[in-house]
């Protein structure tokens, strides 16, 4: 089994207002990406590592990785849109690899059991595998500042990163679909009518979008 | 303008595994009820407190309000359900009281401010107003483990406390519905036809319903 993963790096982090791109921005004396790989680095299974980094950062984070990461390693510069950049990342891929993980490095505190889950749903059969949690708030739908449903969130879930495909599968769905705006890449998959599995993701694996959520995780790794 | 607050505190806390009611957990030295009382402390609106207590510690809780609310303060038992407690609570108000906030004592770190726009939306005419976030993370309907759809989220919200009432028309809804179960006080009140608007709430107004959300809780207290 050979999977490979694409850490989509491309986010411009403007909402955390640190004027760096956000997998640059420091995380209690690492980046958030260099963070976001260690996830990955203890899965045996795990042949190979795309970054899909800012333009503009892409030559000094395969610099990086050149000296310190014991997986073979690429950096890609990332596209207009996060679809743009996964496609990138899925044509950087060697052509031995039968599964890819995509992750958000804006979620660098995601549990190595987390991934190691979806891995082992990939290793069972699955073709698409995404981690979520329950939905815990109460759920309304408004219209402007109205509201005019509570939802029922019995069947909802929060979906999280790293999403698991077969290789051949999710470039067939992301060929399929050359316009599609997606927030996520298991919506690429059904788009393209692929069957896609749940597995148990965790709190921790939140991703960092504002500088409350920067402080969160700040505080997380100092606690260790 | 009179305000009323109603802190919802008898829940059991038994996914915390702290062997005491929720309420009572120490977060950073004081309880979380006696947190969840500082975000109303401060607001001129607020004339008095009534407190559901799991009725095993409605003694003890009552007697350290007497000591150190500076608030007229009442202790009521809750009931079987939190409906029942809302109940028990809005039948403890003085006949002064013309709006009241419904708040989880759950949630001990929401910010003043957003107590503030719940009072202040309600003196501007709202019948029923609650705090709410925007959904961040992409949304599944499942089946089992199965996807079965991408839900379109921009027109969702997760929904907080506290959530602000005009007493008569709080009062008139729960009368309407007495078998009816809920997930929160704004559906009660939608079920009775009453227009819900929303205010921008603060992701600090998380709920603690597990360990994580109470370590998170820690960690930002000892922050300051």
Redo the contacts between chains.
């Keep these: 089994m050979s999977v490979a993963v694409v850490l989509v790096a491309a986010g411009s982090g403007e909402r955390l207002g640190h004027g760096v791109p956000k997998a640059l921005v420091d995380l209690g004396g690492r980046t958030i990406l260099d963070r976001a790989i260690t996830a990955f680095l203890g899965q045996s299974a795990v042949t190979e590592l795309v970054v899909v980094a800012p333009p503009a950062a892409a030559d000094s984070i395969a610099s990086t990785l050149r000296s310190g990461c014991p997986l073979p390693a690429v950096v890609v510069p990332g596209g207009l849109t996060r679809s743009d950049s996964v496609r990138r990342g899925l044509a950087a891929l060697s052509d031995a690899v039968e599964f890819v993980l995509i992750h958000d490095a804006a979620r660098p505190l995601v549990p190595a059991s987390v991934v190691a889950e979806v891995i082992a749903t990939l290793r069972s059969g699955s073709d698409a595998v ?1 981690p ?1 949690l329950p ?9 402007g ?7 029922d969130r019995t ?6 990163t790293p999403q698991g495909f077969r290789v051949d599968v999710l470039r067939a769905a992301y060929a399929a679909a050359p316009e599609l705006v ?3 890449d ?2 690429v998959a ?1 788009a393209h009518g692929v ?5 148990a993701g965790d ?2 694996a939140f ?1 960092i ?2 500088a ?2 920067l ?2 995780a700040e ?2 790794v100092s ?1 260790g």
């Design positions: 995404i979520v939905v815990v708030d109460t759920v309304k739908r408004v219209a500042q109205q509201v005019t449903e509570t939802v069947e909802l879930r929060r979906v999280q997606a927030t996520d298991a919506g059904e069957q896609v599995c749940t597995v709190e921790a991703k979008t504002t409350y959520d402080r969160l505080l997380l606690a």
